[in-house]
């Protein structure tokens, strides 16, 4: 019975620490210990600014700007700190490390997502609640902007490849002060840029974690935010709605409803999930067609909306021909993203990115913004931000374990880019080694990062929203996660939970979730 089996690897996680951790608690209260660690506690470029007991179940403000809503919930009493490093004469990251009383010996990194800017609490939270000193900081400015990085080059660097590597050194230091010894491992748990930030660590600071978590990495980071801002220029960005190819909301409804038509059964099974985008060839044309439904006409193309949701959907190919990127996933769901991406203004992060980050130019115009841009923008790669490498040696000489997910209805980073990210590392450290280190599960119907209106099997423990209905190692990624590290069981498949409890079998790529009649199966 696997349910016996999974519920010991369940114990064993929780458990592993426990006779340690009462073995080293010190005479002194955990609220002495919490206030002492403010008042008697200083690194090298670490300004400890306030430590707080709290018990379980109040909850606190955020510090700074929020990511999610405020006041945050706290699962489990802790030690709240707040401190600031220095990451250079004119840059700092600030950070929150929540201390759980009930610690395992792991310390947890939280990532950040978009332009950074934000502290994770709810992660922080879940971390907490399973027993990881968890670490989340605002990756060197405030608010999920790019302004910050206008004539500010450390401040960029922060977001592009310090502000990681600031918290987990500091963030040790915190640790073995505040409990009186070190962390035995140490993770890193992020999604989107997040994902990014993960792979940046594997690549650049391989020492920094044991295992990583990376989910929808936004590596090839140009590419990908380029192509967003591409989408968006194909349907009337910037002029807006004024623009003939701009399609408004209900024409998009029909559109997606057309692809499902044509895509949703290539996979054997209907149920509103494109399992593999790339093995749908989907035809637009008959979007142009009056005879499409609705009332009369309402729910028909025009000729230059046609095009745009053609080029949309089609692979974006370079100048002689080749393939440079994906088209627009063919499972994701355009209404979700329609304001930020197809409202008529350039994709918010694309704009930001390339007036702050790249041209330094407050004014500039993105009437013609093309492929040219996105190739100036790989050019110059700041702190080489792109995140586009196979090179992990490093990573896995020293037992690192790198897992990443992503989801077939991800309306921001399309799956392929993980699948390539996938191919890259295979090509530079060969099959044997990506099976001891790197593996990559693709979640049929998960939309970014997996959130609660995903149609598929979104629940796999990657964020405080997406908590499976066991914690255990087959369901939850972060325990599986430890369980490769700490227990050397590579992970062989997730049992992904969907929103009304159905589960489905995800496989570690290439392998693939497939109906055999009876279950999910993971089938070549
Ligand atoms: C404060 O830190 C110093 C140096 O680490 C240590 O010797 C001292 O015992 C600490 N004081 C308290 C009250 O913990
Ligand atoms: C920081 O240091 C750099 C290089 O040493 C220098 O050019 C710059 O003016 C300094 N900035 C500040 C705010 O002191
Ligand atoms: C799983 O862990 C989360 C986070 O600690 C917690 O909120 C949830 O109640 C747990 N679920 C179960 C079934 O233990
Ligand atoms: C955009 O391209 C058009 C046509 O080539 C050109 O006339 C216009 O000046 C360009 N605009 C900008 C802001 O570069």
Known sequence: ??????????????????????????????????????????????????????????????????????????????????????????????????????????????????????IDYSTLNYGSSLHFASFASNNGHDGDIGLPFLHHPQVLQDFASRSIHALSVAGKRIVKAYYTRPHSKSYFIGCSQGGRQGTYSALHWPKDFDGILA?????????????????????????????????????????????????????????????????????????????????????????????????????LVGGDGEVLFFGYSLGADPLTVFDPLFGGSLFPYANDWWKYAIYQDPDHDFSNFSLADIFAANELDPFEVSTISGEFQELHARGGKFLTYTGTHDQLVPAGNAKRAYTLALQSMGKRAMSAFYRLFLVPGMDHCGSPFSE????????????????????????????????????????????????????RHPLRSVWDGGRWVCKL
């Not at 405080?464 to 255990?472: Q, R, W």
Request: aromatic residues 8%; negative net charge; proline residues 7%.
């Open 1 to 118: 019975m696997p349910s016996i089996c999974t519920s010991l690897r369940l114990l064993a996680l929780v458990s592993a620490f426990t006779q340690q951790f009462t073995a080293a608690e010190p005479s002194q209260s955990t609220s002495d210990r919490c206030l002492l660690l403010a008042q008697n506690t200083s690194f090298k470029d670490t300004t400890i600014i306030s430590s707080t007991r709290l018990a379980a179940n109040p909850s606190v403000q955020p510090w700074g700007v929020p990511c999610g809503s405020a006041p945050v919930p706290v699962s489990v009493p802790l030690c709240r700190v707040q401190f600031s490093v220095r990451t250079s004469n004119e840059s700092e990251v600030k950070a929150e490390a929540w201390l759980p009383d009930e610690w395992y010996g792991r310390f947890l990194g939280i990532g950040n997502a978009g332009s950074g800017g934000c």
């Open 215 to 315: 989910g929808a990495p936004v590596t090839n980071l140009h590419f990908v935010l380029g192509w967003l801002g591409l989408m968006s220029r194909y349907t009337g960005a910037p002029a807006g709605m004024s623009s003939p190819s701009f399609i408004p909301r209900e024409l998009w409804a029909a559109v997606r409803r057309e692809i499902l038509k044509q895509c949703d059964g290539v996979d054997g099974v209907v149920n509103g999930i494109v399992d593999d985008g790339e093995a749908c060839r989907f035809r637009p044309e008959v979007l142009a067609c009056s005879t499409l439904g609705g009332e009369e006409g309402v729910e028909r193309l025009t000729e230059p909306q046609l095009e745009a949701v053609r080029k949309v959907y089609s692979a």
């Open 456 to 507: 598929g099997p979104f629940r796999i423990g990657h964020n405080a929203f997406s908590v499976p209905p066991v914690n255990d190692t087959e369901h939850n990624v972060l325990l599986a996660l430890v369980d490769w590290v700490e227990g050397g069981r590579a992970p062989e498949r997730v049992v992904g939970t969907g929103g009304e409890g159905e589960e489905r079998v995800l496989c």
